[in-house]
């Protein structure tokens, strides 16, 4: 970490900053058409984590809808885990994520790769124009 609170590793933003744009892009790909349509019969929950900096979070699925909470779920179906932050924010910059999964029963592939897809393009757009419905500034 360095003076100005952000790893050298990120897009220069703090953690915190980091958590508000990516709660922003679940939002955003939560309203998605596409994803709704792939998730309608979904039902589970999945926890992502960014092992470097200890972010977790959780994402639920259940029924169309997506829910972004920032506490860990205890029982997750599946986990999905960057070892670190610059692998992570590399990753969004190129426009694909391929992140470590690890579950018990693994849930539809397709269903995670919509969810990855729409989540990466989410955050690419927010980290580019970093403000919420409100055009108040989330960095």
Known sequence: MNETGTDSDSPGLSRRAARRVIQRAFVLAGRD???RQHIREA??????????????????????????????????????TWPTAAEFFGQVEAGRLTPHLASEAP?????????????????????????????????
């Open 33 to 35: 058409r596409n994803v």
């Open 43 to 80: 039902e589970f929950t999945t926890l992502w984590t960014i092992a470097d900096w200890e972010f977790t979070w959780t994402v639920m699925l259940d029924r169309g809808r997506m829910r972004f909470e920032r506490r860990p779920s205890k029982r997750p179906s599946l986990t999905l």
């Open 107 to 139: 849930p539809p592939r397709r269903t995670i790769e919509i969810v990855c897809h729409a989540f990466c393009r989410s955050l690419g757009e927010v980290l580019r124009n970093p403000v919420d419905e409100n055009d108040d500034p989330l960095i």
